[in-house]
């Protein structure tokens, strides 16, 4: 009798977890499918919201695209070449704040596009390192203390460097300075 007490209580326990596995295989099933139809639908709706705006050439969405489009090909252009960077190095410049000494230490690297002019801001280094050291040094210490301050120096420092390289504004240029250090104390 104990015996057919601890078969029955066996069966019983089988069953339940055939049961229980049966359920859980199901739900698994049933979160799988969901979510393969919730992907379909937004496939779905995604091309259809996309092809009716292509369809539609006079509408506003369209022109912003076409803008879009132009931005997206001017970039192209200027990625199509190759930044060339040159390090002018770093520069220490003594600055007079109330009457006590302060100083700007800043590392200078220049970027462009066109060899030539890469080149020869290489060959001008020295001189270029000149008109920085006396651009930074006629500096005002509390202006350059913000940020503000810093980019204005930045842009003034690319001027000046397409100035000492004889450079205009526009064309075969230096096209950008940066700063990848810049101490103040």
């Known amino acids: 009798m104990a015996e057919d007490e601890a078969t029955k209580k066996k069966k019983s326990e089988d069953e339940e977890s055939s049961e229980g596995s049966s359920g859980g295989k199901r739900k698994l099933i049933?979160?799988?499918?969901?979510?393969?139809?919730?992907?379909?639908?937004?496939?779905?709706?995604?091309?259809?919201?996309?092809?009716?705006?292509?369809?539609?050439?006079?509408?506003?969405?369209?022109?912003?695209?076409?803008?879009?489009?132009?931005?997206?090909?001017?970039?192209?252009?200027?990625?199509d070449r190759h930044n060339i960077y040159i390090t002018v190095g770093k520069l220490l410049a003594a600055v007079e704040h109330n009457g006590s000494t302060?100083?700007?230490?800043?590392?200078?690297?220049?970027?462009?596009?066109?060899?030539?002019?890469?080149?020869?801001?290489?060959?001008?280094?020295?001189?270029l390192r000149n008109r920085l050291l006396l651009l930074f040094s006629s500096q005002d210490f509390d202006q350059v203390r913000t940020i503000a301050g810093r980019e204005r120096l930045r842009v003034e420092s690319l001027k000046a460097v397409n100035d000492v390289l004889e450079l205009g504004p526009k064309g075969d240029r230096v096209e950008d300075v940066y700063f990848t250090a810049f101490v103040i104390q």
Not at 49 to 66: F, H, I, W
Not at 116 to 121: E, G, K, N, P, Y
Request: hydrophobic content about 40%; glycine content about 10%; proline content about 3%.
């Open 30 to 79: 049933l979160l799988v499918v969901g979510a393969i139809l919730l992907l379909g639908i937004g496939i779905g709706a995604g091309f259809f919201v996309g092809n009716m705006t292509a369809d539609d050439p006079d509408s506003a969405e369209s022109a912003e695209v076409d803008e879009e489009d132009d931005e997206d090909s001017d970039r192209k252009k200027k990625d």
């Open 102 to 127: 302060r100083y700007i230490q800043a590392e200078v690297d220049l970027v462009g596009y066109e060899k030539s002019v890469m080149d020869d801001a290489q060959h001008n280094v020295p001189a």
